[in-house]
């Protein structure tokens, strides 16, 4: 199954997926990355793997309308059959979401409901849970709130600073994804085959 990755920053969720594909743990192939930030470290990353990456700013457009049409345009082209959110930092607007409903994933690192949002895992280590976690979902208009696929809990021990919970979490996460991923892809492809295509317009 073909899918396009879509991260903002880092990318180490990213490069996890890919790894998991090479080492023959995940029978996918990545179209493309998306990235909507140049200047972001998973560029570089997605490079180095040669992996081929598209970088475009909203800014760069009239609308967000406009936007999304350009990205579906890709998608439609390299026929991809689903979107991966891994760090992707903007809300999923209608064009991509009509299109790829029930085909849109994305991690999230908190045990949603609770802490979604940019800053999930410092909230939950500012209100002092005992527990976080690492939820994969599929992707609705809201933040961080579509139907959930997997969790995993993390503990937050008393003596934890707060990049200690960051680093048990995205290394749950660097497991976790590429494990969810091959479940879908391996077991659910009927559904992820009901997309229909969309042609682009001019805003
Ligand atoms: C991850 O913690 C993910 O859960 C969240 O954004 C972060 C992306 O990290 N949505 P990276 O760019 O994959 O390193």
New binding site residues.
């Given amino acids: 199954m073909k899918i396009a990755i879509f991260?903002s920053?880092?990318?180490?969720?990213?490069q996890s997926i890919a790894e998991a594909i090479n080492d023959g743990q995940l029978a996918s192939e990545i179209g493309f990355v998306f990235c909507d930030n140049s200047s972001a470290f998973?560029v570089e990353r997605a490079r180095k793997l040669n992996i081929p990456i598209i970088v475009f700013s909203p800014k760069e457009f009239c609308s967000k309308t406009a936007y999304e049409k350009e990205i579906l345009k890709h998608l439609t082209e390299n026929n991809i059959q689903l979107i991966v959110?891994?760090?992707y930092m903007r809300i999923v607007g209608s064009t991509l979401l009509e299109t790829f409903k029930n085909r849109m994933i994305?991690?999230?690192?908190s045990l949603l409901p609770q802490f979604p949002g940019r800053y999930g895992?410092k909230e939950a280590f500012e209100a002092r849970v005992k527990e976080t976690g690492?939820t994969i979902h599929y992707v609705d208009d809201g933040v961080d709130t579509g139907p959930i696929i997997k969790q995993e809990k993390v503990p937050i021990n008393d003596n934890d600073t707060l990049e200690m919970v960051e680093a048990k979490?995205?290394q749950i996460?660097h497991r976790l994804y590429p494990e969810v991923l091959d479940k879908i892809i391996s077991k659910n492809k009927e559904w992820l085959l009901d997309g229909k295509e969309t042609s682009t317009n001019q805003c």
């Avoid at 920053?9 to 990213?14: D, P, Q």
């Avoid at 994305?106 to 690192?109: S, Y």
């Fill in positions: 991260a920053g880092n990318g180490s969720n990213f998973v959110l891994a760090g994305n991690i999230h690192p895992i690492v979490i995205h996460e």
